[in-house]
């Protein structure tokens, strides 16, 4: 049985008191129920079949009917506390924690839309989006996710329905063995949500930013953590709450097998982000005209929180690992903790002060393991390491595009030979190049010089190296690669179909655009 890196968690420094079951419950980190055990002899599949034997068991309040009603993102209560406090290891342990054997591995997609009244092309408001979900839930059986008396999410089968900060609906999809079942997902999704939704009167939008709405039109998700962070933002970028209020992304999660698997894997696709962000370049419009941007999205991000967000140098250095990456993570500063159902403000506070029992707004408390999992979710890299990466610089689009991501990533990610031919590719770029990338993509796609060409031939090359990993998948995935396939062969992106359009057969309207990209 395979077996993790020498950093494979061990939950004994994680001491329960006499009788007492430790909760872990969080919306990105699979929720993990456990009892108390030592779990340094157990092997890393294992230990996740354990965990996701618990998956849908977490905290359940109350049944009505066949419906379950289950606790918001954050726990309802706070968590079983340890008998010591976490320290730096248990905190690099559970990173660890997530690595698995190769026939282990996962699929996971989360894609973001735009719901919209039919009519008005106006942003569904929040009495919509409730009786949506609690519509869906009736007549699919999904469970209710409940803050309060506020319906916030369903949930069922390992996926989740929820909504961002700006009302943006999202699916995070469940993991999956192969593309063939992320599509049929992503189909199935959006039968249920579309079979709902048109009896009311309302439609979805696959781009990457609000393309006519300024952010006083959007309505705001009435969730304390969103307020939180929407009072912390301009305090530390730009265009953060354009971020929160106005863009869609789709986004892939992949496993990696050890230590030393997940810091190749993190290069390679830090790396090539911004290639990405080129191929699904989407989002070309802002307040009802171009933006000078194809992607207003990816730009946004670069303006939102520094010390969150970007390219992450230091995934580069020879010392990277799990341990370097709590580092960083420990200095990013918080946005909140969760105490008997209530969000406390910890903006611009430290993780590290925290694990030292000198968070200043819950003086002499130590975090827990629920707390850890919240933080990780606030950091805003372009790939994000939980127990699992996350691929996280493409714009939300359409159908096609959803299934095609995921391809792109699996076919060099999933492929030792296609993962090792893009890390001798990329061996000699520069941090000042990967910057480079990341600030021009956004703005040229794949008309970015880079290296005496064009960013258009490193993308070529790119997706044929995605096309012979899924090849050599032997599932008869390669097709579903087609959509970021012709992007690259073309050099036209999504977002330069959109402005021809815009600019010849719509007259400079920029309402069409939501018939264009209907979902």
Not at 221 to 241: A, D, S, W
Not at 401 to 411: D, E, K, M, R, Y
Not at 427 to 436: L, V
Request: glycine share 8%.
């Amino acid at each position: 049985m395979a077996m993790c890196s020498s950093h494979c968690i061990s939950y004994q420094s994680l001491r329960c008191k006499a009788g007492e079951t430790v909760y872990a419950n969080n919306v990105d980190a699979s929720g993990m129920k456990r009892s108390c055990l030592g779990f340094a002899s157990l092997s890393c599949d294992l230990r996740m079949t354990m965990r996701n034997l618990f998956v849908n068991g977490i905290g359940v309040s109350s049944r009505r009917g066949r419906h379950v009603v289950v606790a918001s993102s954050p726990p309802t209560e706070d968590v079983a506390v340890a008998a010591e406090p976490l320290t730096k290891e248990d905190l690099v342990e559970y990173l660890a924690s997530g690595c698995k054997p190769k026939e282990k591995w996962r699929i996971g997609t989360e894609h973001e839309k735009f719901g919209f009244q039919s009519e008005t092309l106006r942003p569904m408001n929040h009495d919509q989006i409730s009786e949506l979900l609690y519509r869906i839930s009736e007549r699919f059986g999904w469970d209710k996710i409940m803050e309060g008396d506020l319906i916030i999410g369903l949930e069922r089968e390992n996926q989740r329905m929820s909504f961002e900060p700006g009302c943006q609906f999202e699916l995070s999809g469940a993991p999956l063995e192969n593309l063939h079942q992320t599509c049929a997902e992503i189909n199935s999704h959006l039968y249920q949500v579309k079979s709902v939704a048109e009896e009311m009167g309302i439609s979805f939008l696959g781009i990457g930013f609000n393309p006519k709405w300024g952010m006083n039109d959007i309505p705001l998700m009435p969730k304390k953590r969103f307020e939180i962070m929407r009072n912390y933002m301009p305090k530390v970028g730009t265009l953060g709450l354009d971020m929160m209020l106005r863009t869609c992304a789709v986004q892939v999660n992949l496993d990696f097998s050890s230590e030393a698997d997940m810091v190749r894997k993190f290069r390679a696709s830090l790396a090539l982000q911004p290639i990405a962000t080129a191929l699904m370049a989407n989002s070309p419009f802002t307040d009802g005209k171009p933006s000078g941007y194809l992607s207003v999205r990816c730009q946004r991000m670069t303006q939102t929180d520094e010390n969150r967000a970007g390219m992450l140098p230091f995934v580069f250095e020879d010392s990277f690992g799990f341990e370097q990456y709590v580092e960083y993570a420990l200095d990013v500063p918080m946005y909140f903790v969760y105490r008997k159902q209530k969000y406390i403000d910890c903006t611009g506070l430290s993780f590290r002060d925290f694990l030292a029992g000198k968070l200043a707004p819950v003086l002499g408390e130590y975090p827990n393991i629920n707390d850890w999992e919240n933080h990780l979710t606030t950091l805003f890299p372009e790939v994000r390491l939980k127990r699992y990466l996350e691929m996280r610089g493409a714009d939300g689009g359409p159908w096609r595009s959803s299934c095609a991501l995921p391809a792109f990533w699996v076919g060099i990610l999933y492929d030792e030979v296609s993962l090792q031919k893009v890390l001798d590719m990329i061996a000699d770029w520069t941090a000042e190049e990967r910057e480079m990338l990341r600030m021009q993509a956004p703005v040229t796609g794949l008309k970015t010089p880079f290296r005496g060409g064009l960013l258009r031939d490193v993308a070529k090359e790119v997706v044929q190296l995605a096309k012979d990993g899924l090849e050599r998948r032997g599932l008869n995935e390669t097709a579903i690669l087609n959509e970021v396939a012709e992007v690259a062969e073309t050099g036209v992106t999504p977002a330069e179909k959109l402005l021809e359009l815009y600019y010849g057969k719509w007259k400079e309207s920029i309402d069409p655009v939501y018939q264009e990209l209907l979902h």
